[in-house]
């Protein structure tokens, strides 16, 4: 009993996931056309995506990019604007749950050895916000980005059509908000120093995410991309291979069947479709703040051929509850370790200033775009 706790915790969403796909069986028994709910090339390309990631962030890459940037006299102004903006440009390549996975406790670090633990609960607010928002730039920024793309054969150019202008407006917000900080200078000492564990390994992993993007791009097949990530990491890097998310995968994989399923109950169809006819963008807002974005997009996707409002609508509905985007769970389950964590006044600023910055996101959308 106690091991199924711990797993819960560790793994809420997929648990959650496995549950409603049971569940839908009821209504739909299993057979072959399971098969046929299952989006092989999502899963294929998150695959790749990881496995990239994970071998670069395990060479030490991502830190020793911080601690060039931090090193030495900063302004209060300065550090929070950098602490802020890592997870903001990160996120556009590398997720929003590896960059608040790698920038989170880099923060906490800082602000420690600075003596400015107390601003820790609105910076990583600010870096949580920061992660989401800036992930919405590119189709590989998110798993419900890379999922839409490809569900709904997006082009590239459409595609950042949508999400330059919110994107653009979102830095512009998050750097008034660094901007409020003091003019206040500290100094910012690492007693040691981030080296690449290995230049040959950094740069076959990014030879390999190099590949995924051409996969995502439509250059070459997920397949090809599958083959050649899974063929040189069995030969020079197996040991990476343990660290991909295979429980993001199966839980991906319990979502396209508990979508497909609910497809296929005539009355639910009906009104899923009919109140997404009504405001697309709006329904995946709301439906994120309940059930998290990236199963919004699964589930609602088949409901609406709206790739547009589902776009904006589960990207800036990551904003707002805690939620909302599962990688906001990440920053705040974060948080919560450090020494002096105040959980009650985290998730009050967090609640905050998030809904402030959706609201804001989603009037600019809906007049706008």
Known sequence: MEKAKQFFKKEPVFVIAAVCAVASMFAVPPSADYLGYIDLRVLELLFCLMAAVAGMQAEGSFLVLSQRLLTGKKSMRLLTMTLVMLPFFSSMLITNDVSLITFVPFAVLVLELTGQSHRLAWVVTLQSIAANIGSMLTPVGNPQNLYLSSYYQIPTGSFFAVTVPVVALSFVLLAACCMAEKKQVIEVHFDRREKIHSKARLTLFAVLFLVSLLAVLHVISSHTALGITVA?????????LKKVDYWLLATFVCFFIFAGNIGEIGAVKSFLEGALQQNTMLGAVLSSQIVSNVPAAVLLSNFTTDAKGMLLGT??????????????????????????????????????????????LYIFAAICL
């Open 232 to 240: 040189l990491m069995l030969l020079c890097a197996r040991d990476v």
């Open 315 to 360: 990207n800036i509905g990551g904003l707002g509850t805690l939620v909302a985007s599962l990688a906001s769970l990440i920053s705040f389950k974060q948080y919560i370790r450090t020494p002096d964590a105040k959980p009650l006044r985290y998730l009050g600023l967090f609640t905050a200033a998030n809904v402030a910055m959706l609201i804001v």
